[in-house]
């Protein structure tokens, strides 16, 4: 590990926390809602503003595109923060925040919601999302289920466990798409490939109460884990208590990742490859990697969800065509922007 100093702790995270803050300047005059509003016209409308009947910029600025950057950077955020758990807890450099299952079980409740045609809502959260989380919720209650046996299942077992469970649901997911009407297919199709659509700040907001706390727990478990790291009997030596550690990190991954999942559907890549890019350029004491990932990986997702709502644009303004206010999946962006640079940081790492 490079030797952390308070400074360099410091200074790095206030590096971080400048990108996340200009994000958030940034972000309510950029998208694809009326692209001719711009960054200065929203912010001008926000200082003159009538709270009784606020301007169009206003409305489009900070009711429409801030809201999906909010949305965008708490996924990215949890996903990069769990995955960076995920990944030491289980000794894994392939480990996401869906490993144990936890997006196919999602994405079966969904896709059953949307199949059968339900239609309630609860506190203005829609009925997919409902369904997606209670799928969530089963696969965690499986796997907690198994490792309150005889013999505790070690990390090995219960990654072997989530795959199982991922293939089972994957297998249901086939199943219910098949006996899928035309339309009910292109739902369920849209719905897999993630969305940052949202509407007002309930989308972004309904969310916080699971996964504040667990930003909070992972932080603060980084000490724990870099003694982790270096294997059980020392970390037990060490004074760690290692089920009660992976225990309680296990649960809150899984009820943050679940919570996300119910709102933006799967969003890959974002778990796996943001806390390598962390560790390739800082190393791997997690009291830096876990809150680095975590702001880095908020950014990231905003910045790839800005290329996802403007590439259509980009792109009719180059073939002079009018292509609409169409955004592209956010997963293909992600990866799309994503690997390279990671490539690049593991070529240059390997020099």
Avoid at 162 to 180: D, I, K, N, P, R
């Amino acid at each position: 590990m490079k030797r952390l100093t308070r400074r360099r702790y410091l200074g790095l995270l206030a590096v971080c926390a400048a990108l996340v803050v200009a994000v958030l300047i940034l972000s309510p005059g950029i998208g694809n809602q009326s692209g001719s509003i711009g960054l200065f016209d929203v912010w001008r409308a926000f200082g003159g503003r009538n709270d009784a009947i606020p301007p169009i910029e206003y409305q489009i600025g900070f009711r429409l595109r801030l809201p999906r950057t909010l949305l965008a950077l708490e996924a990215g955020m949890t996903l990069a923060l769990c995955g960076a758990v995920f990944q030491t807890l289980f000794r894994n450099a392939l480990a996401t925040p869906y490993t144990l299952g936890i997006a196919s079980g999602g994405s079966l409740g969904a896709l059953v919601a949307v199949r059968c045609g339900f239609q309630f809502s609860l506190w203005g959260i829609s009925t997919i999302s409902l369904s997606a989380f209670a799928g969530c919720l089963f696969v965690i209650g499986v796997v907690f289920a198994m490792t309150r046996g005889i013999r505790r299942l070690t990390t090995n077992e219960l990654l072997l466990a989530g795959v199982t469970l991922g293939m089972f649901c994957s297998a249901m997911m086939m199943l219910v798409t098949y006996l899928s009407s035309a339309r009910e297919t292109f739902e369920i199709i849209r719905w897999m490939m993630g969305s940052l659509d949202t509407i007002g700040n309930l989308e972004w907001s309904s969310s916080l109460p699971l996964v504040v706390p667990a930003w909070i727990v992972l932080i603060l478990s980084a000490r724990p884990l870099n003694q982790y790291a270096l294997g059980e009997e020392m970390a037990t030596a060490r004074g760690v208590n290692v089920v009660r550690l992976q225990g309680a990190l296990i649960l809150f991954v899984s009820l943050s990742t679940a919570a996300m999942v119910a709102i933006c559907g799967p969003i890959g890549f974002v778990g796996l490859v943001v806390p390598h890019v962390v560790e390739l350029l800082v190393g791997r004491d997690s009291r830096i990697v876990l809150p680095m990932s975590a702001m880095l990986g908020g950014v990231f997702l905003a910045v790839c969800d800005w290329i996802s709502q403007l590439a259509m644009v980009w792109a009719g303004n180059i073939g002079g065509r009018q292509l609409g206010a169409v955004s592209l999946p956010i997963g293909v962006v992600t990866a799309v922007i994503g690997v390279p640079i990671f490539l690049v940081l593991l070529y240059r790492r390997a020099g």
